[in-house]
């Protein structure tokens, strides 16, 4: 049966640096230093399939699946920003503007939204092999060094990988004996206006792969179709571009 007996704790040093708004500027920088640690991150409703098999493996020694929460960042940096831009009427540029030059290069505003944080934790399952609970396979044992990261196939750049040497990396794993459990981590009037937005998201278009999708499955081709070690989804979403004008009056 699944109980909810897990315990979890958390831990973090949080800093922020706040600039109210000032002579046309104002932001806010935050940075959290933290460490989550837990028995299981997936919630026991969950079940065996649908999330990411976090639940603890050996019911006769809880503490043994004791460490890094699966959603575990250590560090994590945010960020928000709003500026008004030097042009236009009392703006260092183009103070003195008439009022149809100002309602062109007046009013513009410039904000932006910054988030970068630490890679997720992950783990190597072993298959379809129950060393220890039926329904909840072992995690796989590392018994050779591994380099993990974001790592493009020379073959094939659409192919992305968890691992360094792809699907070699296979062999550098082994399945648990019996009653073994591992781990792993947008001028005329003054009651007019006219406004053009133009906002952007993920600006350098990044992309952030999804350790949960990589297939981990050591004993055959993950259910996806996916060979070892390679992701399938990603955390991130492409650039987005919009476009807005709004006239108030």
Do not use: C
């Not at 910054?114 to 590392?142: A, C, H, I, K, M």
């Amino acid at each position: 049966m699944f109980k909810s007996m897990g315990t979890a704790n958390y831990h973090a040093a949080q800093f922020s640096l706040r600039h109210r708004w000032s002579h046309g500027v104002q932001f806010d920088f935050n940075y959290t230093f933290s460490k989550s640690i837990d028995l299981a991150s997936d919630a026991e409703r969950v079940g065996t399939i649908g999330g990411n098999a976090a639940q603890i493996q050996n019911a006769r020694s809880p503490f043994q699946f004791r460490g890094v929460s699966d959603f575990d960042s250590t560090h994590q940096f945010t960020s928000n920003w709003l500026t008004e831009l030097p042009f236009g009427r009392g703006k260092a540029i183009a103070g003195n503007a008439n009022g149809f030059l100002n309602a062109l290069i007046g009013g513009w505003q410039l904000s932006g939204l910054f988030r970068l944080e630490s890679g997720f934790p992950f783990y190597v399952q072993n298959g379809y092999q129950w060393p220890t609970d039926w329904d909840l396979s072992g995690n796989g044992y590392q018994t050779a060094p591994v380099k993990t990261g974001t790592f493009h196939s020379p073959t094939d750049p659409s192919i992305v990988s968890a691992f360094s040497n792809f699907s070699v990396a296979q062999n550098s794993f082994r399945e648990p004996f019996l009653g073994e459990a591992g781990q792993w981590q947008m001028p005329w009037a003054e009651g007019q206006s006219l406004q053009l937005r133009w906002e952007v998201f993920n600006v350098f278009n990044n992309t952030r792969f999804d350790a949960v999708s990589a297939a981990y499955n050591s004993s055959i081709l993950d259910y996806s179709g996916a060979a070892f070690g390679q992701y399938t989804r990603l955390l991130t979403n492409p650039r987005v571009m919009q476009f807005g004008l709004r006239y108030e009056f």
